[in-house]
């Protein structure tokens, strides 16, 4: 499975973006889709996770409220929709995609696939 991030940028603290991940390669609706971040200097922690099917999400505490993830799986694709960006939300963002259970998701070495990273900068 190849997976592609994009729609990262720079923007004002309070502003929304969304992101989305494209996949190909395999079969989409199989895997559970996640959003993990690095901020520079620090490690890569876990934003999000949605099931395959899209029925069960979860979050970051530090997101919770703000972020939203969601798939298509017709379009192969799924989506990190960010509002009331702060600076602390400022990283490298991947999408990941692995078969693991809900318990195990929000450990990246659990995940397969990774996507490049696409930049997210917020100013204050």
């Known amino acids: 499975v190849q997976l592609q991030a994009f729609g990262g940028g720079l923007v004002q603290a309070g502003d929304s973006l969304r992101l989305s991940c494209a996949a190909s390669g395999g079969t989409f609706r199989n895997y559970r889709m996640a959003w993990f971040r690095q901020a520079p200097g620090k490690a890569r922690e876990f934003v999000s996770t949605i099931s395959p099917n899209g029925g069960s999400t979860n979050y970051a505490d530090a997101v919770k409220g703000r972020f939203t993830i969601s798939r298509t799986n017709a379009k192969n694709t799924v989506y990190l929709q960010m509002n009331g960006l702060k600076t602390e939300d400022t990283a490298v963002y991947f999408c990941?995609?692995?078969?693991?259970?809900?318990?195990?998701?929000?450990?990246?070495?659990?995940?397969?696939?990774w996507g490049q990273g696409t930049l997210v900068t917020v100013s204050s």
């Open positions: 990941a995609a692995s078969t693991v259970v809900l318990s195990g998701a929000q450990n990246e070495q659990n995940y397969y696939y």
